[in-house]
Nanobody
Framework: QVQLVESGGGLVQAGGSLRLSCAAS???????MGWFRQAPGEEREFVAA????????AYLESVKGRFTISRDSAKNTMYLQMNSLKPEDTAAYYC????????????????????WGQGTQVTVSS
């Protein structure tokens, strides 16, 4: 089964940017993929999702216009570009994947995903 490894987290000041990467152990062209986050004491929260084709995306309302999900299939890697970061974006960020035979399908809830990375911490200071 596919293994996912996140990287790119860190400490940044409010207004700054980070790019998270999610490296997969196999081709991701047949996977719907997503990013989730979890702050201490909070439920895991959907952040962004992308269909296998990359043609359809979805975002949490509070990150629209600031975050961009993308993928490089040649590198088997998904990205989350995060700009204009806010302290409320502080959380552990997780990438997730699930195989989909519909190239335009994506999921904005955690249930359909059956492969998860270990997470990378993002801390935004005010």
């Amino acid at each position: 089964q596919v293994q996912l490894v996140e990287s790119g987290g860190g400490l940044v000041q409010a207004g700054g940017s980070l790019r998270l990467s999610c490296a997969a152990s196999e081709r991701i062209s047949m996977y719907a993929m997503g990013w989730f986050r979890q702050a201490p004491g909070e439920e895991r929260e959907f952040v962004a999702a992308m269909s296998p084709s990359g043609g359809r995306t979805a975002y949490l309302e509070s990150v629209k216009g600031r975050f961009t999900i993308s993928r490089d299939s040649a590198k088997n890697t998904m990205y989350l570009q995060m700009n204009s970061l806010k302290p409320e974006d502080t959380a552990a960020y997780y990438c997730a994947a699930t195989m989909s035979y519909d190239d335009e399908n994506y999921y904005d809830t955690s249930g359909p995903y059956n492969h998860w990375g270990q997470g990378t911490q993002v801390t935004v200071s005010s």
